[in-house]
């Protein structure tokens, strides 16, 4: 897909809006039956829908008959209206996708997947142990199935022999799978070999990218690796995860609106409190400290330091906020997940941004949040930068959002013997800081 169209989906998907007290919809689906003029009846899906003069069709000579489309519509009566259509250039029968996976109980967990595009489903009984269940997608060829809740982890930790940080990764499996490879964090069978070392994910692994299912499973089976050879994986909350918990799909791939179509189950449902994924996500924390090194998606701000909170509790708080809500007269420590001068939210350490948050941080306050955390750098995603290091002088915050749908753009911060690197895709590194810098 082009930028061009990927642009006019992005502008056309919206799961449901207002206007004029219509509610409109979006439906992404194949096209079953057009008029040989536009203007007629179209049935795409399994809904009979009126194309008229008002209806704004993108590309229309490529919407046929078995192919797919976004279409935005809404309904009157017993009539269903198209207000806007935009071919998806891909047939059904490429998409595939999950395995989703719903605990029915504690003991009893439903498989769902997407294979050529033709949903299947199977129930796995009496789970006591984890069992490995196996020929489930072409990227997702096997996960492990514990029924055990999963538990949340420490707030802070001691400093690991070496880190690698990324953050941001979007959807973009495979560009994160060829960093981590290309610089020894995996195999090339997608197997941890970091050893003792730690890997943090700083937040919005979900979203935009099209490959979200495959990359969470990823990261739930190398985080369990990791344990096993002495080493972690800290994945940290970003806004987008926490918007998809809530039902705010505004930023979700159109590939899984066809799933959730096809599965009959939305997105946000697909990820919910009872799902494998869901209750996961739902165990993470908003902020972790590896070292020396404070790790938050967007920020830790002045005033959610004027609180005095620990980690601990901080993520504690972060966790019963799931999912998050909007609500006036909050603060970022009564609200932290929905608050905007909350961990997930705050953008005050950049000029440009810094007047929507009540001015710029400025390097007392952030040597306060510091040294009250024990930490040297605070280590943010959220906002993109040009490249992986830090966002000013003062050296404090170290920015590592970059754009992970582009490869020559991918970029990590790696901290090893307690030196600070910017890591690129190939494997090369960049010293951050001068080894006479105190």
């Not at 993108?58 to 071919?87: D, H, N, W």
């Not at 918007?243 to 799933?259: A, C």
């Not at 189950?265 to 996961?280: F, K, S, V």
């Amino acid at each position: 897909m082009n930028q061009r169209s990927a642009l006019l989906i992005g502008i056309l998907f919206t799961i449901t809006i207002q206007v004029h007290a219509q509610t409109r919809k979006v439906l992404f689906e194949e096209v079953n039956n057009r008029p040989d003029t536009i203007i007629g009846q179209w049935v795409i899906g399994n809904k009979n829908m009126i194309v008229d003069s008002n209806s704004q069709i993108a590309s229309a000579a490529q919407i046929k008959p078995g192919s797919l489309a976004v279409t935005e519509y809404f309904e009157v009566g017993s009539k269903t209206y198209v207000t806007r259509m935009q071919p998806y250039p891909a047939q059904a029968s490429e998409i595939n996708d999950g395995p989703y996976v719903n605990w029915i109980d504690a003991k009893t967990a439903e498989i769902i997947t997407i294979v050529k595009g033709k949903v299947s489903r199977q129930r796995i009984q009496e789970l006591t142990q984890p069992r490995v269940i196996e020929q489930l997608t072409p990227r997702v060829k096997s996960l492990t199935l514990d029924p055990a809740p999963p538990s949340s982890p420490k707030s802070e930790w001691e400093q690991p022999s070496r880190l690698m940080a990324i953050s941001d990764l979007e959807g973009n499996y495979l560009n994160a799978v060829r960093f981590l490879e290309n610089n020894k964090v995996i195999d090339n069978q997608g197997r941890w070999i970091w050893g003792d070392g730690h890997l943090v994910l700083v937040g919005d692994l979900v979203d935009r990218g099209k490959s979200v299912t495959e990359l969470m499973w990823l990261i739930h089976r190398l985080e369990n690796e990791a344990i096993k050879a002495g080493g972690r994986v800290h994945y940290v909350l970003g806004n987008h995860e926490a918007m998809v918990m809530g039902g705010d799909l505004r930023y979700i791939h159109p590939k899984y609106l066809f799933t959730s179509t096809r599965i009959g189950i939305t997105y946000d449902q697909l990820h919910g409190p009872n799902t494998e994924i869901g209750r996961w996500w739902r165990s993470k924390n908003g902020v972790t400290r590896v070292g020396d090194l404070l790790f938050v998606h967007g920020g830790y701000s002045p005033k959610l330091d004027a609180a005095k909170l620990e980690i601990e509790q901080l993520n504690r708080l972060i966790r019963n906020g799931l999912p998050p809500r909007k609500t006036a007269g909050t603060t970022p420590a009564t609200n932290p997940v929905g608050d905007m001068h909350g961990p997930f939210w705050y953008r005050g350490y950049f000029p440009q941004h810094a007047a929507a948050w009540g001015g710029l941080a400025t390097p007392d306050q952030l040597k306060q949040i510091l040294n009250r955390h024990n930490a040297k750098h605070v280590v943010i995603g959220h906002t993109v930068v040009d490249q992986v290091g830090p966002i000013d002088e003062s050296g404090f915050v170290l920015g590592i959002d970059v754009k992970w749908a582009d490869p020559e753009k991918c970029e990590g911060l790696l901290q090893e013997k307690g030196v600070l690197y910017r890591v690129l895709m190939n494997g090369q590194r960049q010293r951050l800081f001068p080894a006479n810098r105190k």
